[in-house]
Nanobody, 127 residues
């Protein structure tokens, strides 16, 4: 069973917006730091954004700062990635991830330190 399920991807024109959602299957991640990564065709997977367990701290890839916002609703056990002013270079498969514990420091952009992954959702931005 895939521990996390992403939704909300699709095709959008440059300058448009999308909101991705991530919900767990079978367990809760309310106390886990979580993050979004993406992988474009022919490129390495890269960190996009992360959020602490209570939503109080967030970090972003430099190129998405001011355009993307990560937030979570622990009552709904859901993490979101609001993406505005989308650019063709944002085209990728976006993955939701969660850390297995509350490490210190909690934030990392190293994908190998995230224990749980979704199957990804495709985001395509046309020019």
């Amino acid at each position: 069973q895939v521990p996390l399920v992403e939704s909300g991807g699709g095709l959008v024109q440059a300058g448009g917006s999308l909101r991705l959602s991530c919900t767990p299957t079978g367990r809760t991640f309310r106390t886990n730091p979580m993050a979004w990564f993406r992988q474009a065709p022919g490129k390495e997977r890269e960190f996009v954004a992360s959020i602490s367990w209570n939503g109080g701290s967030t970090y972003y890839l430099e190129s998405v700062k001011g355009r993307f916002t990560v937030f979570r609703d622990n009552a709904k056990n859901t993490v979101y990635l609001q993406m505005n002013s989308l650019k063709p270079e944002d085209t990728a498969v976006y993955y939701c991830t969660a850390r297995s514990t509350q490490p210190t420091p909690w934030n990392t952009d190293a994908g190998g330190l995230y224990a749980y992954w979704g199957q990804g959702t495709q985001v395509t931005v046309s020019s």
